[in-house]
């Protein structure tokens, strides 16, 4: 099959390497010093997987080069997203399914809103892992795991062939009945530890076993879970004890992607992050005091480093 991957990042590249290496043609979209590297070196990923070294990789900063494919996974920043969806329109054929693997809740809707919504078949990614430097990505933990599905659970060819894909490549990705769950499932762990290793500037380790930290963080899961049940999606009751578990079971040197961003001075997703949570916790009556102090000690950095008062 012909898979473009948008974005080679933490995301885009270990799963786009893993589909080029079992035999897919696989293209990535990518900009800058990133693709200048991949063109020139290939694409490495090392972690806790293992290292391997992707040659020949086939990148470009043009989806006009690229040309109809089958799939696309789709993984530009928040900030980004009707914008990359407009550009990638010569991708699409009347088949092609655009796997959304962004975090939070909203980009299935929004992308759908540019290319159509039965182009687009929303996808959760489970993974750790960032741009080391131009053309190597570095993967924190073990996980590699890919959750997608149609907007109306029906199990269509197009994901079953993904999913076969996938596995071929040794990826773990299941097909869901209710992705929109599978998708606040994640929005609700992530939103907790992106907005709390932010704050805080930890990694994973700290934030689990300091007892000031790991009650913040199960603060944060249980407010972000009430807003999901007030939206109406069905969230089990004990869902924040269950993501604490999976939580407690991460590397200890595991770091949320929005924390990379704001360590190294880029903008933040935080508007549809801890953003999101909060404005649906209003629109539903649902308060969300821990969530709601750390968005207000985030929102200086949205944009990049803030500049500090004069003292």
């Given at each position: ?13 270990p799963f786009g390497s893993a589909l ?147 596995e071929s490549a040794g990826i773990e ?139």
């Amino acid at each position: 099959m012909r898979i473009a991957v948008i974005g080679a990042g933490g995301v885009g590249g270990p799963f786009g390497s893993a589909l080029a290496r079992s035999g897919e043609d696989v293209w990535f979209l990518a900009r800058g010093a990133h693709l200048d590297a991949m063109r020139k070196s290939g694409l490495t990923v090392t972690g806790a997987r293992g290292e391997f070294h992707l040659d020949n990789v086939q990148a470009t900063d043009s989806p006009e080069e690229i040309g109809k494919v089958d799939f696309v996974l789709f993984t530009p920043k928040l900030w980004d997203v009707e914008t990359t969806g407009l550009a990638i329109k010569p991708l699409l054929d009347s088949h092609t399914g655009v796997v959304t693997l962004q975090n939070g809740v909203d980009a299935p809707d929004r992308l759908a809103s540019v290319i159509g919504r039965e182009a687009v078949i929303p996808g959760v990614a489970v993974i750790n892992a960032a741009i080391e430097a131009p053309g190597r990505i570095q993967q924190m933990g073990e996980y590699q795991n890919l959750t997608f599905g149609e907007f109306d659970g029906i199990e269509s060819g197009r994901v079953q062939a993904l999913l076969a894909s996938c596995e071929s490549a040794g990826i773990e990705a299941r097909i869901s009945a209710n992705i929109i769950k599978d998708l606040w499932e994640k929005f609700v762990f992530l939103v907790s530890v992106s907005s709390l290793t932010a704050a805080s500037r930890q990694r994973m380790g700290y934030i689990r076993t300091d007892p000031d930290a790991r009650a913040t963080l199960m603060r944060l899961l249980s407010e972000v879970a009430a807003v999901g049940r007030a939206h109406g999606v069905p969230l089990a009751d004990n869902l924040a004890e269950t993501r604490l578990a999976m939580i407690d079971g991460q590397n200890a040197e595991s770091i949320a992607s929005m924390t990379i961003d704001l360590l190294r001075g880029n903008r933040l997703e935080l508007p549809w992050l801890a953003g999101k949570a909060v404005a649906l916790g209003i629109e539903h009556n649902v308060e969300t005091p821990a969530l709601q102090a750390l968005l207000g000690a985030l929102k200086p950095y949205t944009m990049g480093p803030a500049e500090l008062p004069k003292v």
